[in-house]
């Protein structure tokens, strides 16, 4: 009997000591102003809207079109969505399609369209600075797959890209912050698989000496996703309730200690 009675004088003591802690413990709680930081939200998944980014920029109106119309959005889409390779496209401007001799892409048939397309893009993010590693291996590997590769140099900066049928270059970065890299490209990328055997050779233009003008230098243009979410902590005055509400427990259990000591 007097184990029992000893035991629940001491809780009682206890309980009553703890809630005076917590009591102590628990913060004034400013009314209104919190300046705390809150800790950061959980970074949001990098997602990149590819078809919103390309009807922005350029204009890419033409390239958007057919990426839509041969579904080939989609794939790159995925790719970027969801590889850590991500995904580097060559984007010809609306001028470079309009500026396309005659045999055209509209005499493809829909798979050699298609293949075109894909022959725009690599399974892999490369920054600029990437190419000059890049320059060294032959024949990239494309989306097309199979023969269609592309090859690259980098010319003092600036980066050359040979289809084999035609020769173009790099002439301002769209979006390069990993996993997705869109580069403007003065020319449609023709691939030799299709254009080398359906259509009759031009005859091959002089080499245009190599200058690299300075006023070329692809411009970098990180598109800095500033996610700037101001949150104010609403649970602080829910936490603060429940600090009360552990109080106010506390002292219940101790006063029937108490009682069940006296009686
Ligand atoms: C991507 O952007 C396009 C054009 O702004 C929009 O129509 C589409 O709904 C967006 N897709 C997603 C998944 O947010
Ligand atoms: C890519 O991710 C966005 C956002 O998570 C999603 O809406 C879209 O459907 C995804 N697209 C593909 C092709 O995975
Ligand atoms: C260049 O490429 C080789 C393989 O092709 C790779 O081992 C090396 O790390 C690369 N260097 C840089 C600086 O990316
Ligand atoms: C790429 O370079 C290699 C080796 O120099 C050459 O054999 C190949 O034909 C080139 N391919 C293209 C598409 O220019």
């Known amino acids: 009997m007097e184990f029992p009675l000893v035991f629940m004088v001491s809780s009682a003591l206890l309980l009553l000591c703890s809630s005076a802690f917590a009591k102590t413990a628990s913060p004034p709680s400013p009314p209104s102003v919190s300046l705390t930081p809150t800790p950061a939200p959980a970074p949001a998944p990098d997602y990149v809207n590819l078809t919103d980014l390309l009807s922005v920029a350029g204009p890419f109106h033409t390239f958007l079109g057919y990426l839509e119309s041969t579904k080939v959005i989609d794939t790159f889409q ?40 894909l022959f725009h893009a690599l399974p892999h993010f490369y920054s600029l600075a990437d190419f000059k590693n890049l320059s060294q291996t032959s024949s990239t590997p494309t989306f097309a797959g199979g023969d ?102 506390n002292v219940v259990l101790a006063i029937f200690g108490l009682m069940v000591m006296f009686l």
């Open 148 to 249: 269609y590769t592309l090859n690259f140099t980098d010319n003092s900066g600036t980066v050359h890209i040979s289809s084999g049928w035609s020769k173009t270059k790099v002439s301002s970065a769209v979006h390069a912050t990993d996993p997705v890299a869109i580069y403007q490209v003065d020319k449609v990328l023709l691939p030799e698989a299709i254009f080398g055997t359906d259509i009759p050779p031009t005859p091959a233009p002089a080499p245009a000496p190599e200058i690299a003008p300075a006023a070329d230098a692809p411009t970098e243009k990180s598109s800095a996703d500033s996610k700037v979410s101001p949150q104010s902590s609403p649970d602080r005055s829910s936490s603060f309730r429940i600090i009360s509400l552990g109080i106010w427990s």
């Open 78 to 117: 995925n790719q970027a969505n969801n590889t850590e390779e991500g995904i580097t496209i060559f984007v010809p401007k609306d001028s470079a399609f309009s500026s396309l001799k005659k045999p055209s892409l509209s005499k493809l048939t829909s798979d050699q369209l298609k293949q075109v397309i």
